[in-house]
Nanobody, 122 residues
Framework: QVQLVESEGGLVQAGGSLRLSCAASGRTLGSYRMGWFRQAPGKEREFLAAIRWNGGSTYHADSVKGRFTISRDNAKNTVYLQMSSLKPEDTAVYYC???????????????WGQGTQVTVSS
């Protein structure tokens, strides 16, 4: 069992930046894949990015490539999502997720954080 706790999101102006973090506990993450998703009101959950804990290889969705970057800190058992050039349409609840096996980048994922609200004002 893995527990995932996301940092607080927040309110940011369009064009600004924000970094989300997701602290994992309960298991060593050596074989895990970690991902970030978001869900806006009335929309389906959207995959954003994923990282292999071992090796650190990453994959970003085309919709956020160049603006969002996923990374991890092994020592802190934490994965990050650095977001820049934020737009009002990035407003959503953001979730981190984890899966202990080699699945496709987009999942399915077994463990989910509680979600954190990010609001981008115009």
């Amino acid at each position: 069992q893995v527990q995932l706790v996301e940092s607080e999101g927040g309110l940011v102006q369009a064009g600004g930046s924000l970094r989300l973090s997701c602290a994992a506990s309960g298991r060593t993450l050596g074989s895990y894949r970690m991902g970030w998703f978001r869900q806006a009101p009335g929309k389906e959950r959207e995959f954003l990015a994923a990282i292999r804990w071992n090796g650190g290889s990453t994959y970003h969705a085309d919709s956020v490539k160049g603006r969002f970057t996923i990374s991890r800190d092994n020592a802190k058992n934490t994965v990050y999502l650095q977001m820049s050039s934020l737009k009002p349409e990035d407003t959503a609840v953001y979730y981190c997720a984890a899966v202990p096996t080699a699945v496709g980048w987009k999942g399915p994922y077994d463990y989910w954080g509680q979600g954190t609200q990010v609001t981008v004002s115009s």
